[in-house]
């Protein structure tokens, strides 16, 4: 079966992992610049190094289908610069997974693919698409919702060791980002971990970064630019993470339901 999975960020790199393990033919779309701040371990980083691989799963930047029947062949991923998905006319896949996580329905239809999937709030089953995946950290994260929504998006970054809005790096001011600390590093509370234009951001708690925006991205004051995980496990930085997991399993789940059905 081939999927078209729109959005190429951490999450939705978990979704497609997880697929193409399980044997599924993958293509993904992005925007120009992505703003993935967990881009070790998001495939939206093809946009910029033309190539990417995460824990063995390896993607690479097409521009048309002939590519993208190339890299079918070969088992790898194709990403592709396509900001409204005009790609879905073309490849014509079995399956649409929605998963840029924009908290809003920004043009994806029930009528795309024989098997429509959304991940997050924003979308209700059965209107929007058939299915949609909860992403809220807790007791529902993952779960397959036939009927309704997600649970709303609440702005408050779920608890990772016992931190919440404290663990994410935000812009200061607009401009252009350039990092300090690297993906992987330690850093103090209060210590600066990235400048916009000549601008300081401090860390708000002590921990390891975990992600941070490419160096030249511009932001805007309050942007999510990087995350800093308390519980200072490295490698962390270059695995999936557990709600990514999740999330890849929930779809699985949701395809082979609709397949099955």
Request: glycine share 12%.
């Given at each position: ?13 978990g979704v497609a992992h997880r697929l193409r393990r399980c044997g599924f033919d993958i293509v993904m779309t992005e925007i120009e610049e992505p ?47 396509d900001k409204e998905a005009n790609i879905i006319k073309e490849i014509k896949p079995d399956v649409v997974v929605d998963a840029i996580i924009a ?82 590093d330690y850093v103090e509370e209060g210590k600066v971990v990235a400048y916009v234009d000549k601008t300081p951001v401090y860390a708000s708690i ?56």
């Amino acid at each position: 079966m081939l999927v078209l999975i729109k959005g190429a960020g951490d999450l939705a790199t978990g979704v497609a992992h997880r697929l193409r393990r399980c044997g599924f033919d993958i293509v993904m779309t992005e925007i120009e610049e992505p703003t993935t701040v967990r881009r070790t371990v998001a495939f939206s980083q093809a946009v910029y190094d033309k190539t990417v691989e995460v824990e063995g799963i390896k993607a690479a930047l097409v521009t048309n289908v002939e590519m993208i029947k190339e890299n079918i062949a070969n088992g790898i991923i194709s990403v592709i610069v396509d900001k409204e998905a005009n790609i879905i006319k073309e490849i014509k896949p079995d399956v649409v997974v929605d998963a840029i996580i924009a908290k809003k329905n920004t043009g994806t239809s029930i009528n795309d693919a024989p098997i429509v999937i959304a991940v997050g709030p924003g979308f209700e089953a059965g209107v929007d698409c058939q299915l949609v995946i909860e992403t809220k950290r807790g007791h529902y994260l993952g779960k397959v919702i036939t009927e309704g929504k997600a649970i709303p998006n609440t702005g408050i970054p779920g608890n990772i060791g016992g931190h919440t809005v404290g663990r994410i790096i935000r812009a200061t001011s607009d401009g252009i980002i350039y990092p300090v600390a690297k993906i992987g590093d330690y850093v103090e509370e209060g210590k600066v971990v990235a400048y916009v234009d000549k601008t300081p951001v401090y860390a708000s708690i002590s921990g390891i970064v975990r992600g941070m925006l490419q160096e030249g991205i511009t932001v805007f004051k309050g942007m999510k630019s990087g995350d800093i995980d308390p519980r200072c496990d490295k490698e962390h930085c270059f695995t999936i993470s557990d709600k990514a997991r999740s999330i890849g399993g929930g779809v699985l789940e949701g395809i082979l339901f609709l397949k099955n059905k």
